[in-house]
């Protein structure tokens, strides 16, 4: 029988850490990966995840079912299936948050306040700029500071927001977060740094990490009431492993589906599914919140990364200096741009974050997205999202079929203060752009365009255009209440024995910003949290 310390499902952003390091800390441990090893130029290449972005080698492809208040469109969610999970898809954007969403952390589960988590973020990052009072220099996650290799419409974007009244923060993850920015994203010398790469490269070579790409977790494995391994198909086979602690990190998605897989979720949703309750446990799965984003396009009078990118001797320009000096736009995020801005009355944090990117694909195909291949003409985009949504969605079963994907429900903009940030965020992007050092560049306005002027009008655009960033989470919620909740304050599932959890999942609120960077670092929190006992 396959015997192990621990049992980490889910190689993503935070099961890869948090699996290398209790190896590193000479921990039996076996950690399960649906996907495969990534190991692909398009993984590793910055831009290349507009390759993969479609690509179900990597990615779970999932779509909600139809979205009430997005005109019935049903919105595609892209999930990382592979080592480093979303880590290795996503648009590289690093943003902590701001301290008053830890406040809230804090207040759901003793032991998450900023205090506590701050220095967490210190110790696994590698930022470019090096060691301060609040940044981390030491740790195996590199950030690098991208200022040095902005597009010149990048910097026209940040200098019309400081036009605007927004002022320059040249570190979001420093002091504050608040002001216009340019991105900082988590590579290393040109190449994505996912988990997969920060953490589980050097540690796949110890002999007590054993890392199974290819194995589907179906079922916990259960003993009464806790928990004794899983069982995964691998290769269409059934196999199972034991352990005394199984931690499941399989993100906001997959986590709540195998926890109700397994029987722990709400009773009467279990039982219309045939399966047996080990647990009534009727929040898992509830409370998904995500970031819905509204994008603008706008043509320029000079040129865009669309005139470097789209003729085919300007990708072999790109791609020769990406091979010879690892620069350029291949080495860099889509968003290049942005902000974290408070629209809302009154004083408090921000409420709303910008992005900014000197390229557009406006014709793109369905199924494609084509930052290899921008539209002919020279356009920039300029978006933003609602930062603390107050709308939550929802994971169910779709059956207990382990192999079916569960159903997801968004349930985006059903809040009155969701509609109200979403109109007020369009007429900010366009303030922004009317400030003279973009409007001097800026030719016209192309999406939504001048006849979207009216509250209703700027709504219906949203609802037939708005887009996930990408950011599910909080579907097993933490808090110290178990008919609130459903993990503790050290992540241990209420009612279950040997079974935690350790993903975006457990997010009580929403962080303001991107949600890779608090996902890591609950993968490092978790560490602390098994190990300290």
Request: glycine content about 12%; overall charge positive; aromatic content about 8%.
């Amino acid at each position: 029988m396959e015997r192990y310390e621990y049992i980490v499902v889910g190689a993503g952003s935070a099961g890869a850490a948090l699996a290398a390091k209790l190896a590193q800390l000479g921990k039996s441990v076996l950690l399960l990966e649906a996907g495969g090893t990534g190991r692909h130029p398009w993984v590793n290449i910055p831009l290349g995840y507009g390759k993969v972005f479609h690509d179900a080698r990597f990615n779970w492809k999932y779509t909600t079912e139809a979205e009430p208040e997005l005109n019935g469109r049903g919105i595609y969610w892209p999930r990382g299936k592979v080592l480093g999970g979303s880590s290795a898809i996503n648009a590289m954007v690093w943003v902590r948050g701001h301290p008053n969403d830890y406040a809230e952390w804090g207040a759901a589960a003793p032991g998450w306040g900023w205090e506590d988590v701050a220095p967490v973020f210190r110790r696994l990052e590698k930022w470019s700029g090096g060691e301060s009072q609040h940044r981390g220099g030491l740790g195996p996650l590199s950030v690098t500071d991208m200022d040095g290799w902005m597009h010149p419409l990048t910097r026209a974007y940040v200098k019309a927001a400081e036009e605007a009244g927004i002022p320059t923060n040249t570190d979001y993850n420093g002091a504050a977060i608040e002001g216009a920015c340019f991105y900082q994203i988590s590579t290393a010398g040109g190449r994505r740094a996912s988990t997969a790469q920060a953490y589980l490269l050097a540690a796949r070579k110890l002999r007590n990490l054993r890392i199974e790409t290819g194995a589907m977790a179906t079922r916990v494995l259960m003993e009464g009431k806790r928990a004794t391994g899983i069982e995964y198909v691998q290769r269409g086979k059934t196999r199972t492993a034991h352990a005394g602690e199984v931690i499941l990190s399989g993100g906001a998605i997959n986590t709540p589906q195998l926890m109700m897989l397994s029987g722990i979720g709400s009773a009467a949703h279990l039982k219309e599914h045939g399966i047996e309750v080990v647990q009534d446990r009727p929040h898992v799965g509830q409370n998904l919140m995500d970031h819905l984003g509204s994008d603008h396009l706008f043509r320029t009078r000079i040129a865009s990364l669309n005139q470097v990118l789209r003729p085919w001797w300007g990708k072999a320009l790109a791609g020769m200096d990406y091979v010879l000096r690892q620069r350029g736009p291949l080495a860099m995020s889509l968003n290049q741009g942005g902000g974290f801005i408070r629209l809302a009355d009154g004083d408090g944090p921000p409420d709303t974050q910008l992005y900014f990117s000197p390229l557009s694909y406006s014709s793109a195909p369905v199924g494609k997205r084509p930052l290899m291949s921008p539209d002919s003409f020279p356009a920039v985009r300029i978006g933003f999202n609602p930062a603390k949504p107050t709308s939550t969605g929802s994971i169910t079963l779709r059956s207990a079929d382990p192999m079916a994907a569960p159903v997801m429900r968004g349930g985006y903009l059903a809040t009155e203060h969701d509609r109200a940030l979403m109109i007020k965020g369009t007429r900010e992007v366009r303030r922004i752009a009317s400030m003279p050092s973009l409007a001097r560049v800026i030719e016209a306005e192309l999406d939504p365009g001048p006849d979207c002027v009216t509250d209703d009008e700027i709504l219906d655009f949203a609802r037939r255009d708005a887009w996930t960033v990408f950011h599910q989470c909080g579907t097993c919620r933490m808090g110290q209440d178990p008919a609130q909740s459903v993990v503790d304050p050290k992540l241990r599932v209420h009612g279950i024995a040997g079974l935690r959890v350790a993903d975006a999942s457990i997010f009580p609120t929403i962080p303001t910003g991107n949600t890779n960077a608090p996902a890591v670092m609950v993968g490092e929190r978790a560490f602390d949290l098994i190990t300290q006992g």
